[in-house]
């Protein structure tokens, strides 16, 4: 089982190297998920997952959430697979908000090609993105 911390690492990168472990029958865990950085002008970041949020209809879909969890969960389902190859790995993955009692002594990886503090350019965290989008500080 490979643990992954989120702490101050970039989404869309962490998550292809989550994405080809999974493929490869790894059992991943991420942690600190909530920490994790999405690069890019914030405002713009939080308008594309507002029109995301906004399409469709609530009976019927497509359904994009709004929980840091469920957040980077999607961001890793959208890099594998479709069908049964992609649906086996994605069963294999467990994003946690913070650092749970079971995990807290096994040392996680944390990716050094993945930092924010090597960005350029502005980011926003999951956190501030899932609280922008109206789910109350819970999870």
């Not at 970041?45 to 019927?60: A, M, P, V």
């Not at 944390?110 to 500080?137: F, H, Q």
């Amino acid at each position: 089982m490979k643990v992954y911390d989120g702490n101050n690492q970039i989404l869309g990168r962490m998550s292809t190297h989550v994405a080809k472990d999974l493929l490869k029958g790894e059992q991943v865990r991420i942690i600190n998920c909530e920490k994790m950085r999405i690069s890019g002008n914030p405002v713009a970041t939080k308008k594309k997952y507002l029109e995301r949020r906004q399409r469709g209809d609530r009976d019927h879909g497509p359904f994009f959430p709004k929980t840091p969890h469920k957040i980077v969960r999607r961001t890793v389902r959208g890099m594998l697979p479709k069908y049964r190859k992609g649906q086996r790995a994605l069963r294999r993955l467990k994003v946690h908000v913070g650092t749970p009692k079971e995990l807290s002594k096994i040392e996680p990886i944390s990716l050094k090609e993945s930092d924010a503090n090597r960005l350029k350019c502005k980011s926003i965290s999951v956190e501030e993105l899932s609280l922008w989008l109206g789910t109350p500080k819970r999870w």
